[in-house]
């Protein structure tokens, strides 16, 4: 009676044991196959390939279920063993990817640190670019850290690129205010062409040439264009002196000859209340 009682039982316990026993081949294949994962890994393996197998191959043995007893704590010890094996080989490539990159972003945080030339740029673009090479089939770090690193590297970039712009910013702003000085002078000496007074015209284009050649200029680009418009007024005004002086010379004449005429007819007139009465 007790043997038909506990019939089917021992015919589910069996069935269990077999399915352990199948389970155990299939933790077997798959410690063969981390096995082999473990003897492949190398300074020159394909990162990615690796984890990415390491993370199925950890699914496979947790998926293939329980392990007879009898086995079970030899098996879970040497699956322990090799994933913390893997794991260390991992981490050691980790630290190795991360001291790569450290010493990428000390470069580039010297490189900012430098005046924002066509040297230090290219520098840090050839830095970039090794950045970018360098991740290609490099372990990938965890998320936060990955992030992190790279935001350190890019802000080294940045201060140099903004450093760069803020030069130019500031040396654009000094040229604009150079070209305002200039082209007031500029409108000064064109002013004058409407002047009345030689002597006050030439002493004003004197002062005016002195101001301008005084002058410091951050570019030698558009000199050139600017001085061909000093040198344009600078004409005018120079002949507005002439013609000033023309005018005063034209006046003087014309007085000089209404004297003239003045006297002529005083002259004549005097001639004919002396002249004998017919």
């Known amino acids: 009676a007790c043997d038909r009682a506990y019939a089917p ?4 316990f069996e069935e269990l044991e077999q399915r352990r026993s199948e ?5 077997n294949a798959v410690l063969e196959k981390i096995a082999a994962l473990n003897e492949r890994i190398a300074d020159g393996a394909e990162w990615g390939k690796v984890l990415n197998e390491r993370g199925e191959l950890v699914k496979a043995w947790f998926d293939a279920g329980a392990l007879p007893r009898r086995n079970a704590r030899a098996m879970q010890k040497r699956f322990d063993a090799l994933t913390a094996e893997i794991d260390a080989k991992l981490d050691a490539r980790r630290a190795a990817e ?3 990159r450290r010493a990428l972003i000390d470069q580039g945080k010297a490189i900012a640190e430098r005046p924002a030339d066509g040297a230090s740029m290219a520098a840090m673009i050839a830095l970039q670019k090794q950045w970018q090479e360098g991740i290609k089939g490099a372990i ?3 998320a936060k850290e990955d992030q992190a690193i790279w935001e350190e590297f890019r802000a080294a970039g940045s201060a140099l690129f903004g450093k760069r712009d803020a030069d130019k910013a500031a040396r654009t702003a000094e040229r604009d205010t150079h070209l305002t000085d200039r082209r007031a002078l500029i409108d000064e000496l064109q002013a004058l062409a409407a002047g009345s007074d030689a002597t006050a015209v030439k002493r004003a284009i004197d002062e005016l040439s002195a101001r301008w050649h005084a002058m410091e200029w ?4 558009p000199l050139r264009e600017w001085e061909q ?4 007024a600078r004409a005018a005004a120079i002949a507005r002196i002439a013609a000033i002086r023309g005018e005063a010379e034209n006046r003087q004449r014309a ?3 209404a004297r003239l005429a003045v006297v002529e007819r ?3 007139a005097l001639g004919n209340d002396n002249s004998p009465d017919m």
Request: no cysteine; charged share 50%; net charge positive.
């Open 9 to 12: 039982a021992k015919k589910h």
């Open 23 to 27: 389970n155990a081949e299939k933790k």
């Open 98 to 100: 991360r001291a790569r």
């Open 140 to 142: 990938r770090l965890k």
């Open 218 to 221: 951050p570019e030698r680009k």
């Open 229 to 232: 418009k000093f040198s344009n």
């Open 255 to 257: 007085a000089a000859a």
């Open 266 to 268: 005083a002259e004549q």
